[in-house]
């Protein structure tokens, strides 16, 4: 293969999990959802037919869930004329990534393959094995009913006379020996059973019984698991339910607890700081806990313009992303400077305003001459536009020529027209993310964005990453 091949593969490659660490097929405050999934979906198809098995391969490269779904549905779909030991290993692949996927993701999924009447054995097995692994397969029997109840019809699943009662005609069985499969049929004749149901099973016989908002929540409250206490907040304040309050919030992810402080008023935010604070830093310190070294000297640059309100889907994201990331580097660096393109005198008044300049804070961190430089923004620079890449351009060029400020540029927006995350300047390595407990995969990735390292290398990161993932999952048994 010519020079010139390996590297078009190399930079596919590169392409496309970047491309997978951003897109989520949702709207974005700069595109819409149809024009997201047709750029990804196109993106998806071209490397899986010229590199099939590291397009497979990509399950265990940190990209986000969403393509992660994407992959597995496309190499269960598309399995004619794939030699057997590919075969295998695809299947190795996608029996560990189910796991690490969103229970609700996986159904679908599952869902889909039925709609596309995919039922060959492979995929039968890996259905199969993945109902029959879950840690509460009674929960989820009832949780997603109506998906399991086709899937297992779709694929001939072996049920037992409980499952298959439970799922098919609950009245079949007039008593049944597992307990929350008994109380789920008397729920459906006494309100008080309800309350004995996990909350997202209990939610819909309430509407049933026609029990009012306020008296369900308030009785369910002790049932709720602790991110649904998180969720549920803002809407049992509203309904004067004081039951539903989370105190635990050190049990949360970080990215979800930028979310949760973004969502909350100002004077909250201001009143219960020095709580949410807490939470937060020891978040980002959970992500660190098998860190080894410190970053050195880091300056932040954090996008808190207008267009950080992200869109209806993604509401606050981008935002969340930046502050969570301020947090996460707080913990990691030896010494932080943190730089929003529209100043603050706190982080409880943190909204998103104003027009886009990510050249001033760019240039006031560049002026502390860290080690790395991380900008957390969509890349539109339009105040003025230009102005960041130039004063890039300009630091690279004449004042660091031998790079030594690493700047590396993290976007939580995908550009579907130019199937990749919009760039600020070639000098600043962009990468796309969704989560900030994603950031330590990213920053060990940024040599390969940089285009230091040749092909070899990059398939040899891939192979590592899926045998990881493999060892994860056979520990996991």
């Not at 609700?104 to 692994?133: C, M, Q, W």
């Not at 060029?397 to 993290?410: K, N, Q, Y």
């Not at 192979?463 to 996991?476: G, I, K, N, P, V």
Request: proline share 5%; aromatic share 8%.
């Amino acid at each position: 293969m010519s020079a010139r091949l390996l590297e078009l593969e190399r930079e596919d490659l590169l392409s496309f999990i970047n491309a997978a660490l951003a897109c989520t097929g949702q709207d974005e405050f700069y595109g819409d959802a149809t024009g997201q999934a047709l750029s990804i979906g196109f993106f998806h198809e071209y490397v899986l037919g010229n590199y099939r098995r590291m397009y497979a391969h990509c399950l265990a490269a940190g990209i986000n869930d969403f393509n992660r779904t994407k992959i597995i549905f496309n190499l269960l779909t598309t399995s004619a004329g794939v030699s057997a030991p590919d075969r295998h290993e695809e299947g190795q692949l996608i029996a560990a990534a189910l796991p690490e996927l969103p229970p609700p993701r996986v159904y679908r999924l599952f869902e889909a393959l039925v709609h596309r009447r995919v039922n060959n054995r492979r995929t039968r097995k890996i259905v199969s094995d993945y109902l029959a692994g879950r840690r509460d397969p009674q929960l989820h029997a009832l949780k997603y009913r109506r998906r399991v109840a086709k899937i297992a019809a779709h694929f001939h699943l072996r049920l037992d006379a409980e499952q298959s009662a439970v799922l098919f005609d609950i009245g079949r069985l007039r008593r049944y020996e597992t307990p929350l499969f008994e109380t789920f049929r008397r729920a459906h004749y006494e309100k008080r059973a309800i309350y004995e149901l996990p909350y997202t099973v209990a939610e819909g016989l309430a509407a049933r019984h026609r029990i009012p908002r306020e008296t369900f929540v308030r009785g369910i409250a002790p049932r709720m698991t602790t991110r649904e206490r998180l969720r549920l907040q803002s809407s049992a304040a509203a309904l004067g339910v004081d039951a539903v309050a989370e105190t635990e919030l050190s049990r949360h992810s970080l990215t979800r607890l930028a979310i949760y402080f973004l969502s909350l008023p100002i004077r909250e935010r201001t009143n219960r700081f020095e709580q949410l604070d807490a939470a937060m830093t020891a978040a980002a310190r959970h992500i660190l806990r098998h860190a080894t070294a410190k970053l050195g000297r880091v300056a932040l640059v954090a996008d808190n313009s207008y267009s950080a309100t992200g869109s209806g889907q993604k509401r606050r994201r981008p935002l969340a992303l930046a502050l969570a990331t301020h947090y996460l580097l707080s913990a990691a660096a030896t010494e932080l400077t943190t730089h929003w393109t529209s100043p603050i005198t706190s982080l409880a008044e943190l909204r998103p305003r104003g027009h886009t300049d990510l050249a001033t804070p760019i240039l006031d961190a560049l002026a502390q001459r860290p080690d790395l430089l991380i900008a957390v923004s969509d890349g539109y620079d339009n105040d003025p536009p230009g102005a960041a890449a130039e004063v890039v351009r300009v630091f690279r060029a004449r004042l660091d020529p031998e790079g030594a400020v690493t700047m590396i540029h993290l976007s939580p927006s995908y550009d579907a027209g130019s199937y990749a995350v919009k760039s600020i300047h070639p000098a600043m390595h962009s990468l796309g993310i969704r989560d900030v407990e994603g950031v330590p995969t990213l920053l060990s990735f940024v040599r390969f964005a940089s285009g230091s390292a040749k092909l070899h290398e990059l398939q040899a990161y891939l192979e590592a990453c899926a045998h990881d993932l493999l060892t994860r999952e056979a520990r996991a048994r």
